[in-house]
């Protein structure tokens, strides 16, 4: 059938198996501690930092105040991340939320996550990041006016391409982009708080005389400046979608989430903190884009530094979502939940190029279209709904199922924090502002039933599909995968 579930499993120490006399195809583990931590880092690190502070600012009315969301949103992540790596000890698939709300919850809900996230979230959260690359990169060709939509889309959908070629070809070319990019963005992070430092140094402190004057205390205004924050450290989960491919999951996992989100959390403090030192708070909140208004005040003809820092920023993370990403298309077709062909891998690359190709072909669509925008600003709340789910499931597991084998384990104090903040952030926008973008959104959500039914309930499938899937693994050169036996 075209689809259906393996339960097979392989040595976790080798990418091919000589076992009675056929040969077993599977991802390889090359995703060590330093990978792993720059996955984290490196998709966190994306246009947020550079675009989202003046938004904070704006919803919460003052410095001080905008400050501890920003530490909130990282305490947030930190807990939510250290909850994951809990759950990747316990469960050590990879497929992040799909998986185990799989094993957890079931098919049906599970199934109802990977359609929306393979079909929309995911590749329209690429399409975004690649146009916000896009748009920086073109900037310079067209001082003093705003860039052709035309060149943008072109430049976007050139960057997708680009992340494509280099994804199917090799994980670990797709993790040393990853590192490189993930070190040049932390460098320009730096040379913005050292610069901030600097400025602190010399005196400019006006922003923080009486820095909590103007707070706004509305509930909606807090929700809404939590998701501008959060959008910023979006990314916390990324390793759990790659668990398979973790060398020593139970070590890496908890130990990457530990070393990354600490070190993005200081490093967005530090540049709110640098910004505030440059700018007063009407001259960020006036600024079109908060790091390149810095860089002119501060670097002056180095200002171009900060536009080529954001470039390279947005391109390093949208690689860390487009290699997660692929990964939760192929363990969905893996249990059954998507056309068999896109759970397979390359038999020489050994990379899930279906998956892959298909995750780059949505995000190409969300493009050339446009018509994703109000989508994105809602993805949060369809994020914490999953989220919260998820959290839900873990906190199951450790009230029902305490015996289960793991070699981490989180307070249960943290997993309730960030339940309690996922109902907040779900219900916040419905209570204080109902739009009907967000019943469009459930709506699809739910319209996964009539696929589900027919086609993972009952395996209605029509036969045609068979013959397909056989030509398209003769021309993509790819064959079923095996399930890592951790």
């Not at 998986?99 to 996550?113: C, T």
């Not at 990019?181 to 600097?198: C, E, P, S, Y």
């Not at 501060?298 to 171009?304: F, P, Q």
């Amino acid at each position: 059938s075209t689809m259906r579930k393996r339960k097979t499993t392989d040595s976790p120490h080798s990418s091919t198996d000589l076992s009675k006399g056929k040969e077993k195809l599977r991802l390889k583990q090359e995703v060590g501690l330093i990978s792993a931590v720059s996955l984290i880092a490196g998709t966190m690190i994306g246009s947020g930092i550079f675009m989202s502070p003046e938004w904070v600012l704006h919803h919460m009315g003052s410095p001080a105040s905008s400050l501890l969301i920003w530490a909130a949103c990282g305490l947030l992540a930190m807990f939510g991340a250290l909850s994951y790596a809990e759950l990747g000890t316990i469960i050590k698939e990879s497929g992040g939320e799909y998986i185990y709300i799989l094993r957890i919850f079931g098919s049906f809900p599970a199934f109802l996550f990977a359609y929306t996230s393979v079909i929309l979230v995911r590749p329209a959260g690429l399409a975004a990041v690649c146009l916000s690359f896009a748009e920086y990169a073109v900037a310079p060709f067209y001082p003093g006016c705003s860039s052709p939509q035309v060149v943008i889309k072109c430049t976007a959908a050139a960057c997708i391409l680009l992340l494509t070629i280099i994804n199917c070809l090799n994980v670990k070319l797709a993790t040393s982009v990853m590192n490189i990019f993930t070190a040049a963005k932390l460098l320009a992070l730096l040379v913005i708080v050292v610069g901030g430092l600097v400025l602190l140094a010399k005196g400019q402190t006006q922003s923080f005389q009486n820095a909590f004057q103007n707070t706004t205390a509305g509930i909606g205004a807090v929700g809404v400046a939590f998701y501008q924050g959060l959008w910023s450290y979006d990314g916390w989960n990324n390793l759990n979608y790659v668990t398979e491919e973790l060398k020593k999951p139970e070590v890496t996992l908890p130990r990457a989430v530990m070393i990354a989100i600490p070190l993005v959390t200081c490093l967005y403090l530090l540049v709110n903190v640098s910004y505030l030192a440059a700018m007063t708070p009407s001259e960020l909140l006036s600024s079109g884009a908060v790091a390149v208004t810095w860089g002119d005040k501060v670097l002056g003809s180095w200002a171009w530094l900060i536009s080529l820092s954001v470039a390279l920023s947005t391109f390093g993370s949208s690689n860390g979502t487009f290699f997660s990403g692929g990964r939760v298309c192929y363990i969905a077709a893996r249990e059954g939940h998507m056309p068999d062909i896109l759970s397979m891998a390359h038999v020489r690359c050994l990379t899930p190029s279906p998956a892959l190709l298909f995750t780059s072909a949505m995000s190409l669509i969300m493009i050339i279209s446009g018509s994703f925008t109000s989508i994105v600003n809602f993805f949060s709340f369809i994020a914490w709904f999953f989220y919260g789910m998820t959290i839900s499931g873990l906190l199951y597991l450790k009230i029902k199922k305490p015996e289960l084998p793991r070699s981490y384990k989180v307070p249960i104090i943290i997993p309730i924090i960030v339940l309690i903040a996922a109902v907040y952030l779900v219900l916040a926008p419905i209570i204080d502002q109902p739009q009907f973008e967000i019943l469009y959104i459930v709506l699809f959500i739910f319209s996964g039933v009539i696929l589900y039914f027919p086609l993972v309930r009952f395996k209605c499938h029509p036969r045609f599909l068979q013959r397909v899937t056989l030509h398209l693994q003769l021309f993509l050169e790819v064959a079923p995968t095996t399930r890592d036996a951790n």
